[in-house]
């Protein structure tokens, strides 16, 4: 692993994010990094996921839906959603101060707002359902991987939604416009495009850059991003129906034993 982030390292010195048709960690433009994804890995939450996105590690938990407080907060017509995003001091090179700053604030907001077209809020008046996001290693695109992981931990607490929601981004890294930027694309590159959307629809429910892009780079871009989103949805999909089969074979087990 050193000796790749020193190739990385002498290559952006160099100012090359491509060479010889591919991206320095190997991958093509439209290719994701693997992702690994555990479903309901936290004994004392309703909901949890852990999920991975090449060197990102993420662990989403929810709570509720449950009564809201203070109560003066309470929406008498539907349940109040609140998102929490956090970096662990260790999660970064350079530690970073514990507790909330700006960019987890703006984090948190928009991650929740991406929720908002999905979640049946209606169906739990006065109640709060809480999700809380803590990212335990980065190498950029935490957000996206927050996003996932959080709607992979409301599908196993059992909120009702619409649909998941999948999350990729997009970038741009010596001119080329290529799918799910790691740390070294991020910090070196031309634009970062981040997107959630619900995949079977088609609905996006997330969408910011940073950089610039043409109108033909964004469009290609965007497509990318969707169909990515559509893969991801699968793995999750698939993550999701193993737990619970898992869970429903070890229930007909322990019937037939008490049986």
Known sequence: MNEEREKEEEAVEKRELIKDGKRLDGRGFEELRPIKIEVGVLKRADGSCYFELGENKVIAAVYGPKEMH????????????K????????????????????????????????????????????????VYVEILQSDAGTRTAGINAA?????????????????VAVGKIDGQVVLDLNGTEDNHGEADMPIAMVARTNTITLLQMDGHL?????????????????????????????????SSNSGSKSEKRGE
């Open 151 to 167: 709607s992979v931990a409301l599908a196993d607490a059992g909120i009702p939604m619409k649909d998941l929601v999948s999350s």
């Open 70 to 81: 203070p109560r003066h907060a309470q929406d008498a017509k539907m349940a109040v959603v």
């Open 214 to 246: 043409t109108a033909e780079e964004f469009g290609r871009g965007l497509k990318l991003a969707m169909g990515a989103c559509r893969q991801i949805y699968e793995l999750q999909r698939a993550a999701l129906i193993e737990r619970f089969s898992s």
């Open 83 to 130: 998102f929490r995003y956090n970096m662990a001091p260790f999660s970064v090179d350079d530690r970073k101060r514990p507790g909330p700053d700006r960019r987890s604030v703006e984090v948190s907001k928009v991650s929740r707002e991406a929720f908002e077209p999905v979640i049946m809020r209606e169906f739990y008046p006065k109640a709060a359902i809480e």
